[in-house]
Nanobody, 133 residues
């Protein structure tokens, strides 16, 4: 089974940058997309970004659009999340996920949102990002 390993988290000041990596142990057909989620204590897990592994097409939450860039390297089976202009509210544990039951996004009438976390079959262990003001 595919295993996901995140890395790249750390502590930065507001306005700083970090790049997270999500390395998959192998590529399988179930990895048609990879999503990044983030979670803070007491809050629901929030979808941040999704990338379709065959096309590289990205999708972002409104809260990170324009600041974060998601990409996928087919040769390395690794998804990246480049995070720029970080804000204190970006502080969270960042977790990548793949192997969705239906898809990484749920779309209705052209409006898309991240699929429920229960739809994802594989999760990494998470990496902490802390942004200080």
């Amino acid at each position: 089974q595919v295993e996901l390993v995140e890395s790249g988290g750390g502590s930065v000041q507001s306005g700083g940058s970090l790049t997270l990596s999500c390395a998959a142990s192998e590529y399988t057909i179930s990895m048609n997309c990879i999503s990044w989620f983030r979670q803070t204590p007491g809050k629901e897990r929030e979808g941040v970004a999704t990338v379709y592994t065959m096309t590289g097409i990205p999708y972002y939450s409104d809260s990170v659009k324009g600041r974060f860039t998601i990409s996928y390297d087919n040769d390395k089976n690794t998804a990246y999340l480049q995070m720029n202009d970080l804000k204190p509210e970006d502080t969270a544990e960042y977790i990548c996920a793949t192997d969705p039951r239906w898809g990484c996004l749920v779309c209705n009438d052209g409006v898309c949102d991240f699929a429920p976390e229960d739809d994802f079959g594989r999760w990494g262990q998470g990496t902490q990002v802390t942004v200080s003001s």
